[in-house]
C-alpha cells in the first residue's frame, strides 16, 4: 500500500506545482510545450527556470531527505533515440503530453485533453505489450 | 498593484522555478523517473502496477479546483489575465499526435517531465532522450510553421486560428 500513497503524495506535489503555475504566473504546467516554446526562442525566461527547477530536483531532493529511484531502463540507446522523436514530434503535433494533457487538461475537465490522453494510454499499452508479450527488440 | 514590469518578470521567474522544483520532486517521491514503474504500469497483460494512477488521481485531485477556480476567474496573482487552452477541438492531428507520443512513451518509459529529471542522472541515456525529444519537437514546429502553433503552454498566448 506504501507505494500507492507514495505515488499519491507525488501526484499532490505535481497537481501543486500545476495549480502554483495557473494561478501565480497564468502558465499551464506542460512539460512539452514548456520546453518546446522556450527552444522556439518565445520570449519569456520563466520557461527557462522552471525547467531548471524541473531538472535540478533529484540534486534538491536529498536536503529533503526524498530518495531519488534509480532508473532501470528496457530501452537501449537507439531505441531512445527513437522513442524521444517520436515523443518530441507526438506531443507537439497533439498539443501536450502526459502533463499538459493528462495533468492540466483533465483538471480543466477538456475534452480534448480526455481524448488525448486515453489515446496514448492505449498505444502505449499496446506498445508496451508489443516488447514485453512479443519480444519487439528495444535493447539495442 | 504597484510592482514595475521588471519586478513582476523576475518574480514569475523566480515562482516558476520553484513549481519547476516541486514538479521534480513530485515525479521523483512518485518514482515516474524510473522507467520500469511506467512501463509497469503500462503492462495490462504481465506485471500490471496501478501506482501511476494514483499519481495522475493525486495530481488532478489538487490541480482541479484551481483549473475551476481560473475557469471562473481569468486571473492569475502575478500574470495577468488567464486564458485557457482550447477544451473541445478534436482532429486528426490530436489523435495521431497523441498516438505517436504513445508508441515513444511505450518504447522507453520515458515522457518529457521526467526525462529532462533523469538528466541529472547524467547516463548518456537521459540525454540521448532529450536530444532526440528537442529534434523531434523542432522538426515538428519546422514542417508546420506555415499552420498555427499546435500548442500553448501560456495561458495568454494569442489562440490559433484554426
Known sequence: MEIFATAAAGGALIGLAAAGMLLVNGS??????????????????????????LIAAPLVAPLAKIEVPAPHHQAGLVTLAIAGL???IGTRLSGG????????????LS?????????????????VYAVRHLHLPVGF | MSVSSFGRSLAVMVTSALFGLIFGLGLIVSHMVDPQRVTDFLDIAGTWNPA???????????????????????SSALSGAIDLPDRFR????????????????????ICPGPGLTLLTSFEPRALVFIAALAAGIRFTDMATAAKPAAQEDMATAPRPAD
Open chain 1, 97 to 108: 503530453c502526459t502533463s499538459g494533457h493528462g495533468v492540466c487538461g483533465l483538471s480543466n
Open chain 1, 28 to 53: 499551464i504546467a506542460g512539460i512539452s510545450g514548456i520546453f518546446g516554446n522556450a527552444l522556439a526562442g518565445q520570449p519569456g525566461l520563466w520557461r527557462w527556470t522552471f525547467l531548471a527547477g
Open chain 2, 90 to 109: 478534436i482532429n486528426s492531428r490530436l489523435v495521431i499526435g497523441a498516438a505517436l507520443f504513445g508508441i515513444g512513451w511505450g518504447l522507453s518509459g
Open chain 2, 52 to 74: 501511476l494512477a494514483f499519481v495522475m488521481g493525486g495530481a488532478i485531485l489538487v490541480a482541479a479546483p484551481a483549473f475551476a477556480y481560473a475557469r471562473r476567474h481569468r
Open chain 1, 86 to 88: 517520436l515523443v518530441g
Open chain 1, 111 to 127: 475534452r480534448r485533453s480526455l481524448v488525448a490522453t486515453g489515446t496514448f494510454m492505449l498505444v502505449a499499452a499496446l506498445t
